[in-house]
């Protein structure tokens, strides 16, 4: 069960990236909208099973890749990689303020 501090930190982690994404970058909402859920189609790998199906979900779900494509994005002023990483960062600050953590092959919840 993810704790309460960890649903804090995830709602800041979101507004943090859709108050830079939209005052800092000027970034389209159209985009935000289209990409908020893209980090969800990596469950698609569940039909592949489930070590594969864990594997590609934490994968997107983690800050790690996220913070390497902002850093690119920043560090070569590439303006739509910088937004796709303060999207995918958004979305996994919901998931995280919700209650969704990293998932594990034995259970999915």
């Not at 790690?64 to 600050?93: K, P």
Request: charged letters at 10%; hydrophobic letters at 50%; a neutral charge.
């Amino acid at each position: 069960m993810i704790n309460f501090m960890t649903k804090c930190e995830g709602w800041a982690i979101f507004c943090l990236a859709t108050y830079s994404y939209y005052f800092q970058i000027s970034g389209t909402w159209w985009l935000y909208f289209l990409l908020a859920l893209a980090p969800d189609f990596s469950m698609l790998g569940y039909a592949f099973g489930a070590k594969v199906g864990t594997a590609t979900y934490n994968v997107f779900h983690t800050y790690t890749i996220t913070i390497i494509v902002l850093l690119v994005g920043l560090i070569f002023h590439m303006h739509l990689v910088l937004e796709i990483g303060l999207i995918w960062a958004g979305h996994i600050g919901v998931d995280r303020g919700v209650g969704y953590n990293l998932k594990n092959v034995d259970k999915f919840w």
